[in-house]
Each structure stands twice: as structure tokens, then as C-alpha cells.
């Protein structure tokens, strides 16, 4: 009977004491210190080769974060648009319209520019692609070709997917620009923008539709002038021509006098 009282003691708190022992009086329990130092030692093992996985491991992460966060970080524009993201086109179905942009470079380099487009059959750019100096800008002029509407849509609910891009590249100076520039360098090539294409009702004026006229003038304008030869401000040459035609003139008038003064003489 004490042997069943002392096996099954009530519970009173006794139990826990019980759960308790092995950590704190069993003498099996407890861990030597020469097993601790082994395990110290095995324990620091682990952590070294741990940590040196760890260490590649955060610096490899570490540098990974760092491209990430420099792809993330917003790259500083070199050109100015106007307008700044949308391209304005009259909308005439069946007719090659024009937009205008303009484009100044904001940077304090020298910078080249090209033109992208998602359909280059039905548009073009003119120019291209150009290089810009420091506080230049000029005026591009941007063709497409409106397709007539279909499935009996309403001429203005037309919505286009063509879109254009236009990309910049600093350069070392002024230089002749050729697109091959952008294939040379393109880690140095950025985007500065996406532009979508914005139709406007040509009977219907509003602001965008007078300044793109306003554009479209001036554009022409520019190509204009740089048709006409520069202005000469030397000493004024005689042409080719003209010369030719005072020589024949002198040259009659030496002839004529030789005539008259043999007859005098005879």
C-alpha cells in the first residue's frame, strides 16, 4: 500500500517538482564540462562555416539589392518635350497626317536623340534622329498614315496602339549624327519617353489643335530656312557666268579698235 501511495502522490504541486528533477538534480542529466567544451567546440565549427556561407551569401544578396535599388532609382532626363507624352495627329481617315514635338536638350552635353516607332511602315519621323547642343531644341514632325474606321466605329472613339519612343545618348561634342551611335553604346542609351498617339477632330478647335498647328508652322518654317544658302557678307564675287560674258565683251571691243586703227593707218 505505500508502495502504490508513493507511486500515485496527489496532486498537490508534487508533479511538477517531479517533471522538474532531471534538469535540476539528475546527475545523469547534466552534461559535463568536458562534453560542453565539445560541443562549444563543435557548436563554433558549425557557426564558422555557417557564417561564411551566410557572409558570401549577404554579400552576393547585398550587391544584387544594389542593382536592383540603381535600376530603381529614376534616371535624370537630358531632353524636354512639348508636348510630354502624347502625340496629337488630326484625325483624317485615309490621309497621311502630321504631329509635331518639340525637343530640347536640358543637359549640359551634348546629346543625341532617336526616334522609335511600333509601326514603321505607316509613320515616320523627320528628322529621325538629330544631335543637340546644350540648350538646343528644335521642332520633329512625326507622319502617319490614318486608317479608315472599322466596324462602324465613331471617327473619335478610334483608339491607335501605335506608339513611339524616343531615346538619348550623351555625346563628347558635336559631331555628325548616325543611328549606328545607339548600336554602339546602348548601356548609355536611355528611354526618356513612351508617347501614345492622340487623335483630334479637325472641325472641332481646341487648344492642342491650334498649337499643333502652331508647331507644324514653325517646323516648316526651320526646314525652310535650311534650304535657302546662308547669306553672303564677303566681297561679292561675279558668277561664272557673268564673267565670261564681260570677257567676250572686252575681248569685241580690243578686236573693233584693232580694225579702225589698221584702217587709219592704211
Known amino acids: 500500500m505505500m508502495a502504490i501511495t508513493e507511486e500515485n502522490p496527489p496532486s498537490d504541486g508534487k508533479v511538477w517538482g517531479l517533471f522538474k528533477l532531471p534538469f535540476r538534480n539528475g546527475a545523469n ?5 568536458s562534453q560542453n567544451n565539445q560541443h562549444h567546440q ?20 547585398s550587391s544584387s539589392v544594389s542593382s536592383v535599388a540603381r535600376s530603381l532609382i529614376p534616371t535624370r532626363r537630358r ?5 510630354s507624352n502624347k502625340l496629337y495627329f488630326p484625325y483624317e481617315p485615309g490621309k497621311q497626317v502630321r504631329s509635331a514635338i518639340g ?9 543625341a536623340f532617336k526616334f522609335q516607332t511600333t509601326a514603321p511602315k505607316s509613320c515616320f519621323m523627320r528628322p529621325p534622329g538629330a544631335i543637340l547642343a546644350p540648350g538646343e531644341s528644335l521642332i520633329a514632325t512625326v507622319f502617319k498614315f490614318v486608317e479608315n474606321p472599322e466596324n462602324n466605329e465613331k471617327p473619335m ?18 559631331m555628325d549624327y548616325v543611328p549606328e551611335l545607339f548600336d554602339e553604346q546602348k548601356d548609355q542609351v536611355t528611354v526618356e519617353q513612351i508617347l501614345r498617339v492622340v487623335f483630334l ?3 472641332r478647335p481646341t487648344p492642342a489643335l491650334e498649337k499643333l498647328k502652331r508647331q507644324l508652322a514653325e517646323a516648316e518654317a526651320a526646314v525652310e530656312s535650311r534650304k535657302k544658302p546662308p547669306e553672303d557678307t564677303g566681297p561679292k564675287i561675279i558668277g561664272e557666268g557673268l564673267v565670261i560674258d564681260e570677257w567676250k565683251e572686252r575681248r569685241e571691243r580690243y578686236l573693233a579698235r584693232q580694225q579702225v586703227e589698221g584702217v587709219d593707218s592704211v
Open 29 to 33: 542529466s547534466t552534461p559535463s564540462s
Open 201 to 203: 477632330d479637325v472641325e
Open 79 to 83: 531632353l524636354r518635350l512639348d508636348p
Open 42 to 61: 563543435n557548436q563554433s565549427q558549425t557557426n564558422g562555416s555557417v557564417d561564411g556561407v551566410s557572409n558570401s551569401q549577404s554579400s552576393s544578396s
Open 157 to 174: 472613339d478610334q483608339k491607335s496602339r501605335v506608339k513611339f519612343k524616343i531615346m538619348s545618348l550623351k555625346v563628347k561634342g558635336p
Open 103 to 111: 525637343i530640347k536638350n536640358t543637359s549640359k552635353s551634348h546629346v
